[in-house]
């Protein structure tokens, strides 16, 4: 598997757990890495996969922060959670050197996002969707100065009304992205 560049890895139901573990190493030249299915804990492995610049986690589910473990990959260039994590807080405190494009999906407990300063400094393109639970912008997407597109989907009625015409109370944190997509 010395050459394999892309990998997924689904199951047949959401409920079914992915047994990563069972894979003492991953592949060396893993550009893209698809996972679909629950995980009981972030593999050990994920920490080197130095050539990865896709990763896709879908109905993972966990309870500890994934963010740490990949935040340090220093070709990741798109990220895509879709219920990736159970928490009510996501925090991005480090890393993510090179990311463009960053996913966060169906987060049902999610309330509270934050982007500590120099954190993803490259990301143009930030998309949150079927995350009811957030009624306020991400802290600290002010610091994405290269932000290109905000696009938020199935959101809180609170959290568009907080960008748009009647309270505009977070329309300041978001002014400098050109283009902002609520629907």
Not at 44 to 72: G, N
Not at 135 to 161: F, H, M
């Amino acid at each position: 598997m010395t050459r394999l560049r892309r990998l997924l890895i689904m199951v047949t139901n959401e409920d079914e757990t992915l047994r990563m573990d069972a894979l003492s190493s991953p592949p060396p030249s893993l550009q893209s890495l698809v996972l679909v299915g629950k995980l009981e804990k972030v593999p050990q492995w994920f920490s080197s996969l130095e050539k990865l610049t896709f990763l896709y986690l879908h109905w993972s589910r966990l309870e500890e922060d994934v963010l740490s473990q990949i935040a340090a990959l220093p070709n990741l260039a798109r990220l895509s959670l879709n219920n990736a994590y159970s928490g009510k807080q996501m925090v991005f405190r480090t890393g993510f050197p090179k990311l463009t494009s960053l996913t966060i999906r169906n987060f049902p407990e999610l309330n509270e996002i934050i982007i500590r300063k120099s954190v993803m400094p490259k990301v143009q393109s930030l998309y949150i969707a079927d995350c009811m639970e957030l009624e306020t912008v991400p802290t600290g997407i002010e610091y994405l100065e290269n932000l290109q597109e905000l696009i938020l989907e199935s959101v809180s009625t609170q959290l568009k009304n907080r960008i748009n015409l009647g309270e505009r109370m977070d329309f300041e944190k978001v002014q400098h992205i050109p283009k902002i997509y609520m629907r």
